[in-house]
């Protein structure tokens, strides 16, 4: 369901209007550094117009590894800047479709498609950019089962219907597909008198998602199981806004959760074994698929179901092997299910896991 036109309208004459650059937001909440600390990224980034470099906002790197030859769905597109690097990351047999709400931004985006073409050396373009709501997907064309990636920059936070959203992701995922984003989270409920705050909203802060809310709603709509890979407090650094809404701990968090039938709600043991073979591109010795899980290139690891899942049931199964099936049940993984965790139980965030 698309919100209504009022819901929305503050947010687009925020960003349409109000909001010409990135210096121009209050706090720092959606303007941390986009390339995430990686050489690489910042490599992408450099041929990316200034243009468009001045009129992005976001709270992370939200571009996960191995995206050659994939599909990737970018929500709250903006002007194009996650699309653009995503679209050297996938190459020319891959394609990025960005979709935002906002006309000022998406004519940004598209006045630069051909010369950016011409700068990643690509013959035509793998970009398309679609002015839409990411409440109703299937509007704009977007069908089912046909994305690899879905990601987002600090922008599911902005919707006044984030069910219908998630719901939307998890229906246009390929089976094996992979949600990857970056956004604001809070450790309490946003009083809802601060919900309609234009400057809060626009600044990603009252629509910011109660991490236990969150989790519920992920296994709702089913995701059973997310992890996080990254978490950074936010300073406010406004004090008009500290004196709003200055009672709430806000943090940037990335969160990845794959389209996969079998996981489960809690890491369930199997006595498999993954090992990583070190063939995605950058990263040799090692690599990480959350915030506690580093496969060391050749090195076997135990790991749970979900996780064996996560690695066979994906575009990752190529670079890994795992040993092992569910034909024989352990009992639980050594890890607290995901309502612990999320007291910080076990030393484990984020949804199920080992």
Do not use: W
Not at 31 to 45: E, T, V
Not at 82 to 95: H, M, N, S, W
Not at 249 to 269: G, M, N, Q, V, W
């Amino acid at each position: 369901m698309i919100p209504t036109v009022p819901a929305y309208d503050a947010l687009k004459n925020y960003y349409g209007t109000v909001i010409q650059k990135t210096s121009d937001l209050k706090t720092t909440a959606c303007c941390s550094d986009p390339s995430g600390g990686s050489a690489k990224l910042r490599a992408l980034l450099d041929n990316i117009h200034g243009e468009i470099l001045a009129k992005s906002y976001g709270c992370g790197s939200p571009l996960p590894d191995a995206l050659e030859g994939c599909t990737v769905l970018d929500l709250g597109c903006g002007a194009g800047r996650d699309v653009y690097v995503a679209a050297q990351l996938v190459g020319p047999t891959g394609r990025v479709i960005g979709v935002d709400m906002t006309a000022e931004q998406l004519d940004v985006a598209r006045k630069h498609v051909r010369t950016q073409t011409k700068v990643f050396g690509f013959d035509t373009p793998n970009v398309d950019f679609r002015e839409g709501y990411m409440e109703d997907l299937a509007a704009i064309g977007v069908e089912d089962n046909s994305v690899d990636v879905v990601i987002s920059n600090c922008v599911l936070n902005l919707s006044p219907d984030k069910e219908a959203v998630f719901r939307e992701i998890f229906r246009v995922l390929k089976p094996g597909g992979e949600l990857f984003f970056a956004d604001v989270f809070a450790d309490r409920r946003v009083p809802a008198h601060l919900h309609s705050d234009p400057v809060l909203l626009g600044e990603c802060l009252s629509g910011a998602m109660y991490k236990e809310d969150f989790r519920r709603l992920m296994t709702k709509v089913g995701f059973h199981d997310f992890r996080m890979l990254e978490e950074s407090a936010i300073e406010l650094g406004s004090p008009e806004i500290e004196a709003k809404v200055g009672m709430v701990h806000f943090t940037s968090r990335t969160i990845r959760a794959f389209k996969i039938e079998r996981l489960e709600d809690i890491c369930e043991d199997y006595g498999q074994v993954a090992i990583y073979r070190g063939s995605v591109d950058e990263h040799p010795h090692f690599l990480d698929l959350d915030d506690h899980h580093r496969f060391f290139t050749g090195k076997p690891m135990l790991v749970c179901g979900n996780t064996a899942a996560m690695i066979e049931d994906t575009r990752f199964a190529k670079h890994f092997t795992v040993s092992g099936d569910r034909s024989t049940h352990y009992g639980a993984f050594d890890c607290a299910p995901a309502a612990e965790k999320a007291d910080g139980g076990g030393g484990c965030a984020g949804g199920a896991c080992c």
